[in-house]
């Protein structure tokens, strides 16, 4: 059943494959009048491909986004804008060794079960490559949320035990691109690269957290009950391919917390109301208050190691497996983005849906 | 925008207020011929209800259950299966204080700055009295998935600093209900209970964390890309009321681990394709795989305490304000129940959605 | 799989059976702050109800409506309005011979076909009954378009042969509830009139067409390309029991025209831009134009006639059947309000839809 | 707010503009395993092309289909199906004087007053050019209906004035495509290419009907209430360009009929549950009874017409305008396959949601 459309008003329709002849996305519901910045998206999609750092996997591909519709003389008309990325030459004979064997931690077998048939050239529908068409339809829902100043910055806060301590009230946001690992705190920064180099040279991967900051939202978005602001947040993150985990505001730590702590009293700051804390995450009954929105993702390490794993084949024989050459170490640096997107998305979703509800 | 229908092809629409007249769900897409157990719809709301135990809030509520519709000599007949659980007589009068002033960390200024209007009474449509329909719903949902020997068991693994330290594969999952705090490990509960008690003494509350599991998932459910089956149920869990975090499988944990570690290992157990490890939580590139599936549900402390409370009122002025009388001192004990329904939701409507996959 | 839900932003979820404890309907979607008369939903509820004149049937139901939720302070929150009709004393024993026999061109057989179960009593869930759902949610989605001085009348224009040979520019729109077939030409109206009652008399039934207009819609209702604005007309209209056609504008007259004589020539009126000619009927290109929207809507013969039929029973062996007693002999003078109502719910859904068209 | 996507299980969302660089279509719920003949989507885009015969636009467009993602050794993935068709080469300057004036009953006006910008460019996204699109994803459901033998065949049943006076039981419906109209009655077919002859000699244009019949459709398909299968065959045929009226069944004459001579008896034929009759049109309460579907669709005369009208322009002048050069002065013969594939889809998205209803 259809499961490539995201969102309710501001709607992302993905397709495409590892190694087919394009990936894209189609966006409906972008309202009319917007100027689509071309370049802007490319920027975005740069800082998630392939092959931009010494951390990062070394296979290239320029990820070049061509606007197939909607957008006239340089503006949209709220027609259905479509994106496409062609895919370069790959050299499918490099996964040919993957047809019949299932690789642990991919959704290989997952696929063959689900399906009967599966491209398994370079993990097809399931390869993050996917996600490149998230970060492509997620700048120009930043463009649109930048007309209301909301602004949305995610960078690593972990990389395996290296921990960044420090809350983003005390990280300089507009410093997160000054490095290849996106960690605004240099010290941090240069451990966690130095962590994720030796993990290559062992041919390991390893994992990591994100986390990302909302600022500027407006209040009132979210739909109480099930369209909880946050709730959308979550599935939105838990869809990026290798994330394992999601929280927001206090998250997890509030489980050890009692409400005499955890509440945030409200009080009246130049005339606007807002929290002396903020452990709910600037989100309340699932609805923005206006403070800041800030949630952790986590990612599990790359199942793509270039080390021998036992494994079985489609024959159901038990078989080794190992992967060579040019995978991400650590996945991410170039997740950054993606996150990103996926909050950008989500925000602008409910933007429009905050739009009905006041006659 | 509409945000009170939640799923797909196994579909709810929920409605009502803590204080209207009566709160209720209409379920579409179960199809015909199901045996409706009454009984056993009335049994999940019970183990939901208020005043059930010592550590619960004493207000008493029958929550009973009337069918109104879309069932005909006591099986479904796909037509939609409206429950309603009517209000009893409520003492309105005890809400009037909250009419002028936002309790912190509720829902009460969001609604307000939202919508402009907000029904005061219990929270109105933000109370989690509103979750009993979820229960309800997901009694019917897990009656479908008994026809495939799925099973889904929730219990509470932390209550403020204590943790249950064991796997849920040392647990017996068929002793929760033995005690009133539904966590499975005698002593563990034990704690946990005199925690909570003394909670309730000091006028405060706590939070805590409930651990799922599902048992005998087919292969096969969850959608790639967007609605990954982790991705949906993360949005809702998520979207209960006063949850804060969600991860599956290894989560959080994932972070700091490598992939060598971390990846599970296919072998061949009695002809059938399992892992050696399952740090996967039993679904792989949004799949599930056949394993179990578990995940974590952190909840912060109820925001209502007995303690006198900085805030604000709807002029804008600094005020008080003090909760009084019977509120939950922890909420997941009663929340085990609204956990398993809204699991049930989610793996009811993938197994729907399954079926169209292949021709 | 699910099919009980109607609209995007104004959307409705209706349950219920004939026979069963109850019908209702959940609206989702509907603004905050609108002014809920619930004498206004019970007017149009009564104008549709059985046993209101001496053409309908002579069933007596009162079809009191209750509403059970988001009605605050008699206003809308936007929380899910739910309203609810409890079935009065059926005598279900009328209905058991049609247990086993599938009445001709009634939904039984396909119900049966479909599910492999089926409420006979009263045609369980494909009863017209629903329809009363349908007046109730559209009388408030009226009352929201009066905020906007829509207007949507509609009136019966064809009974059997007899045909109303007016435009609706030469009618009183505001005469259509002075007589009881709801024609607005006191001529046709007797003439209609009296075919009812001798097709009654007869033991029959015969078919009609009604005709509505909707006047003051604004300007850029509608979507492109799937989601035309007479496109979601058609479908809701098609939805209502008995249609078998409708058409828009010119309709099938257009068929046998020329684009000469077809085209509205623009022109500017008062400073509007109007158009001379209306064949387009208040749409172009699925889009409003402020001009009058006018469509018409045909009904076949009520399938329940006190004749003997031919049929077969669930056996699958031939035998007759004769309904007896209390049937419509024709269905349009009740019809009137329910394509009222469905046009009103279209037209709201898409007055929300426009909301987000421009930045 | 979105609305270029349709169905709901075999859902397709469409892109483009007349002039832009493509014209596409994703669909998404296609099942794994169907085998795509990518030469059976181009054959019937070839007959809907302009250029085909000398009673259609002489444009020339080749209209070349891409497969981008979703198909996999020739078969299908459960991954989304991306269909794209580049424009060729375009003279826009044709258009650019369309650009400050509103074509009279083509949709310049109402895109201009809902977005506030407008690609005038052919037409841009109002294009009949979009329904290419719709051609090639109906060219995919009619692969999988083929599985189930569901056979859909449409044909012209009337030309302006002329019109075919038989059913299509009388009719040879394989020697559709036997000539340039598609109306399988050769004398009938003359008359109508003569008169579109003449009348685009005229510079004029003519309006047309199409008859639609589905073959061995399975019994049960439509849902109750909303989404009943000609409900959303009409909705499906009314969002078509210039489609003004959609009748099933007896449709717009059930009217005049009394309910004795529309009732379609039920017989057994050969074990098989049958109809004496089929007024109904093959669908009862909504469902698929296993007889004939068949249906009408009335289109109005293309707008574009070689004489000059009386107009204004985007300042709220009078003017005139005159269309010139390579226009369908009918559009029926090419619109036969469109409503092929709007039938197709929707039964398709039935057959799909058919099977969910049943455990």
Not at 140 to 156: D, H
């Amino acid at each position: 059943m259809p499961g490539n459309t995201f969102g309710t008003l501001f709607r992302i329709t993905s397709f495409g494959e590892s190694h087919g002849p394009a990936i894209g996305v189609v966006i409906d519901g972008c309202p009319a009048g917007l100027e689509i910045d071309k370049e802007y998206i490319q920027k975005q999609l740069d800082r998630r491909k392939p092959g931009q750092s010494a951390i990062t996997t070394q296979r290239k591909e320029e990820d070049e986004v061509h606007i197939l519709s909607g957008v006239f003389e340089g503006k949209s008309t709220e027609a259905p804008i479509a994106l496409v990325i062609y895919n370069k030459d790959h050299k499918p004979e490099d996964y040919k060794r993957f047809k019949d064997t299932y690789r642990p931690s991919h959704a290989d077998y997952t696929y063959q079960a689900k399906y009967g048939i599966r491209d398994h050239r370079g993990g097809g529908r399931s390869s993050a490559r996917e996600t490149a068409t998230r970060v492509a339809a997620g700048a120009i829902a930043m463009l649109l949320l930048a007309k209301e100043q909301v602004i949305i910055k995610a960078y690593v806060s972990q990389v395996g035990p290296i921990k960044l301590d420090k809350s983003y009230l005390e990280l300089d946001l507009n410093a997160i691109d000054s490095n290849i690992i996106r960690c605004p705190d240099t010290a941090t920064a240069a451990e966690m690269i130095s962590l994720i180099e030796e993990t290559r040279k062992a041919g390991d991967s390893i994992g990591g957290v994100i986390t990302c900051v909302i600022l500027n939202c407006p209040v009132g978005l979210g739909e109480p009950v099930f369209d909880k602001l946050h709730a959308d947040l979550g599935k939105a993150m838990l869809s990026i391919n290798a994330v394992k985990g999601f929280e927001i505001g206090s998250g997890f730590a509030s489980a050890s917390m009692r409400g005499s702590e955890h509440n945030d009293a409200f009080e009246m700051t130049s005339g606007k109301i807002t929290t002396k804390t903020n452990h709910s995450g600037g989100i309340q009954g699932g609805i923005s208050n206006g403070e800041e929105i800030y949630f952790r993702v986590a990612f599990k390490p790359v199942a793509t190691i270039n080390k021998e794993q036992e494994t079985i084949n489609t024959s159901g024989e038990n078989t080794t497996i190992e992967g060579k050459g040019r995978h991400d170490p650590c996945v991410v640096p170039r997740a950054v983005p993606i996150v990103e997107a996926m909050a950008a998305l989500i925000i602008c979703d409910h933007l429009l849906r905050s739009k009905t509800s006041i006659i």
